[in-house]
């Protein structure tokens, strides 16, 4: 009878175990939220039994805890550690998921068993086996249109931090066209005492200052898609119809402001030469001037001369 309800038991829970074996089929907790590992029983004969339950992850055990006549008289770990536990119903619903407290990020999926193990016996097969995932979600992207390296061609530069796994960055032009992938330089990093993620990724194009720029970041184990950005420099007509008049008005000023620099310059020409002209008539009118008082004055000298010549002869 022992072993007639022992293969009555483990038959029934393998029928209705709900088990997740593939890895396609992994399910996705997001990084520092809780999660909860399915697994349940819909038959009646646990009220009789002694028995324990181990949950691990991969050869690691997470949990154990043994009930005996209905009643949990021991789990490991305690429910003060508050990292894993079961339900508190279990023997009423069947209900043997784990429930834990916060997901930590990992590298690859990790699988899960849960073990029935009946007293006395050894460990058989597992009865629920879970695969999971994690990610955690990206913050929003931001895109930065920098000077141009070179002529006619410029650098965008997308960045987001925080996530898990690695995502896919995705770029646009103008919302529609891609461009080609030896234009696109990607890289991610773990961050600083984390497990989490932060990615870079620079496009180089030939676009105008018109053109609009697109940066996906792309998560697809959340269906998770965040999108910046950059946009172009837009002229309105309106913007177009000013410059155009502010630029006839700054040339018209150039040219009024040229008339006026020849117009000076002209002026102060001839007045140059004005001065000049007057200046040598002035110096010929005291040359003039000048040689008349001398001769004036030499002919008075021989005035004075006669006059004592004539006296003394007297």
Same mark, same amino acid.
């Given at each position: 009878?022992? &072993? ?61 805890? &043994? ?54 016996? %050894? ?68 961050? %600083? ?41 837009? &002229? ?5 119809? %000013? ?8 040339? %018209? ?62």
């Amino acid at each position: 009878m022992r &072993v007639f309800w022992s293969t009555t038991l483990f038959i029934g829970l393998l029928n209705h175990c709900a088990c997740y074996e593939e890895k396609e089929n992994c399910i996705v907790g997001v990084v520092g939220e809780p999660i909860t590992l399915p697994c349940f029983y819909s038959g009646h004969e646990l009220n009789t039994l002694n028995f324990s339950v181990e949950w691990t992850r991969d050869s690691q055990v997470l949990l154990r805890s &043994v009930w005996e006549e209905a009643e949990r008289v021991e789990q490991w770990p305690t429910a003060d550690t508050n990292t894993s536990r079961l339900s508190d119903d279990v023997l009423e619903n069947g209900d043997f998921s784990l429930e834990l407290s916060a997901v930590l990020p990992l590298r690859q999926a990790q699988t899960f068993h849960m073990f029935l193990v009946r007293a006395g016996e %050894a460990r058989p097969s597992p009865l629920c086996t879970v695969c999971l995932r994690t990610a955690a979600s990206f913050t929003p992207p931001s895109v930065q249109r920098l000077d141009p390296p070179e002529a006619n061609q410029t650098t965008f530069l997308c960045r987001s931090v925080g996530g898990h796994p690695e995502p896919t960055v995705h770029w646009l032009i103008n919302g529609t066209w891609a461009p080609p992938g030896a234009s696109v330089t990607s890289s991610t990093a773990p961050m %600083a005492n984390s497990s989490l993620h932060s990615i870079i990724s620079l496009l180089l194009a030939d676009v105008s200052h018109q053109t609009t720029v697109t940066c996906s970041v792309e998560v697809p184990s959340l269906n998770e898609t965040l999108n910046a950005t950059s946009y172009g420099v837009k &002229v309105s007509p309106v913007g177009s119809r %000013a410059s155009g008049a502010l630029w006839v008005f700054s040339t %018209a000023l150039c040219a009024a402001v040229a008339v006026l620099v020849t117009a000076a310059i002209i002026y102060q020409v001839l007045v140059d030469r004005g001065h000049k002209e007057l200046r040598k008539t002035h110096r010929g009118y005291r040359y003039n001037f000048t040689g008349s008082s001398e001769a004036v004055g030499v002919s008075l000298e021989r005035s004075d001369g006669s006059d004592s010549n004539n006296e003394t002869d007297g």
